[in-house]
């Protein structure tokens, strides 16, 4: 049962660092998760602009 929730966190974590565009979080610590997940996210093939 342990696995099953850290696959869901994990999951989760990928949503919020492919994802966020300011809706969960204010505009400041979206822009902070943007750039330091902006090579990774090119490289997983996720547009980002």
Known sequence: MVEWGL?????????ILLQENGILFSDQIAEYLHEFSHDARHSLGAPCH
């Open 7 to 15: 696959m869901a966190l994990a999951l989760f974590a990928v949503h």
